[in-house]
């Protein structure tokens, strides 16, 4: 059976100019982060097939790379369902290890408890542009922190990080899921239906409102619930203030402090960003994720059409370990993207130490190859890249090579002195 030279199918092999990227851009977010407080942490990738199955990552758990007991664990006679052959599996995202391992370590870390992961997950999605099976996700978290206070610092420390990757003119638009559930229940929706209502609003940008109206009629909706609904949608676009539009009309289906708390994260944010971009409240974000109680988040390049990361605050998770409930909150960064949308603009890291190359004759003596290595080594100490290989036959195609690598000049060294 011939070897395969290809990847498997959604992972990919990364070449070394976009691996330099890649390094420039965790060597600033890990900086800026610090800066912020945020500790770096690392988890396993592989979790138990328990925690990944436990219905805190919505339609990830679908998409697991499952792992097969080992063995004496394995016992295929005895095989009645998939249980008995899989005890693990590969983590689809960052959120389930680090609460986790926050249980694990609770009496061992300070209160609250800022978090830096960047680590690949695995999902078995179907492959795309900028999408693959194997990618890095980049998470900050606070655990502990119940106010709005670690939303203001997950904002702050990720829009900072993306200004100093030059990114700028993107927005963060902001919701809150008890929002959305004032929503549906002022609208006269069933609670035990909202999960329904809102796959159909988080179409919205696809399908524009008279689709969602559509969608909500297909699954049996009483119409006048559909019609209130599409109603406080109209009167957010033309208000001039939706939130104190939703505080007027939300009035005993909402706790009096998210609209008030959510309104003084997003002023706060806009008076203290160091980046160039706007907060945007936005009540048709849902954000997949089942974990989600509060105030959600995405990044968005209208400028690209894409998303770049996205979060928000999950304070029911850390309880399903521990049996009492903790504050959490966290923002993900699209890693992923952002690299693919620094590739695609011919990225340039800056600051990068100057690149030379030594090309040694293939029978050069020792003499005049310690001489070359001395060389190098006094070269690499005032700080440049300096790359010592055997000189080819054609010269001129390997400097053409090197040079398309970045590398800005020569030296040669030969057996005997040249003319």
Not at 25 to 34: D, G, L, M, P, Q
Not at 103 to 119: D, I, R, T
Not at 266 to 278: D, H, L, M, S
Request: hydrophobic share 40%; net charge negative; charged share 30%.
């Amino acid at each position: 059976m011939a070897l395969k030279k290809k990847p498997v199918t959604g992972m990919k092999d990364i070449m070394p100019e976009e691996m330099e990227i890649r390094e420039y851009c965790i060597s600033v977010i890990s900086k800026t982060y610090a800066e912020f407080g945020f500790q770096r942490i690392e988890t396993p990738c592989v979790e138990s097939i328990e925690n990944l199955t436990s219905k805190s990552g919505g339609d990830n758990e679908k998409l697991i790379f499952k792992i097969l007991k080992r063995g004496e664990k394995l016992r295929l006679d005895d095989v009645k369902s998939e249980a008995d052959l899989v005890d693990g599996g590969l983590r689809y995202d960052l959120t389930v290890p680090l609460v986790r391992y926050y249980s694990n370590h609770e009496n061992e870390l300070p209160v609250p408890f800022k978090a830096l992961q960047m680590g690949n997950v695995w999902r078995a999605d179907r492959p795309q542009k900028g999408r693959y099976r194997q990618f890095m996700q980049c998470d900050i978290d606070i655990i502990g922190e119940p106010t709005n206070l670690a939303e203001i610092e997950l904002i702050l420390a990720t829009t900072t990080t993306l200004g100093r990757l030059g990114f700028e003119n993107f927005q963060i638009r902001i919701n809150d899921r008890r929002i959305l559930k004032a929503m549906a229940a002022c609208s006269g929706f069933p609670e035990d239906r909202f999960d329904e209502v809102f796959i159909s609003l988080d179409k919205m940008d696809k399908i524009g409102l008279d689709g969602v109206k559509k969608d909500l009629e297909e699954q049996g909706f009483p119409e006048k619930a559909i019609d209130t609904y599409a109603a406080l949608f109209e009167g957010l676009e033309e208000a001039d203030d939706k939130l104190a539009f939703l505080e007027d009309r939300l009035g005993g289906f909402i706790e009096e402090d998210v609209i008030p708390t959510l309104r003084e994260t997003v002023e706060t944010v806009e008076a203290a960003k160091q980046a160039q971009f706007r907060m945007v409240f936005d009540p048709t974000i849902v954000r997949g994720m089942s974990y989600y109680t509060g105030t959600i988040f995405e990044i968005a390049m209208p400028e690209l059409g894409i998303s770049a990361g996205g979060g928000g605050r999950y304070d029911g998770m850390v309880g399903k370990f521990t049996g009492k409930d903790v504050p959490a909150c966290g923002f993900s960064i699209g890693f992923e993207r952002i690299i693919l949308l620094l590739m695609e603009q011919v990225f340039k890291v800056p600051g990068s130490a100057r690149k030379k190359a030594y090309l040694l004759e293939k029978n050069l003596p020792s003499k005049q190859l310690l001489e070359a290595i001395r060389a190098a080594q006094k070269d690499r100490a005032a700080g440049n890249d300096v790359l010592v290989v055997r000189m080819n036959k054609n010269k001129k195609f390997q400097k053409q090579q090197l040079t398309e690598q970045g590398y800005e000049s020569f030296e040669e060294f030969y057996a005997s002195p040249r003319e």
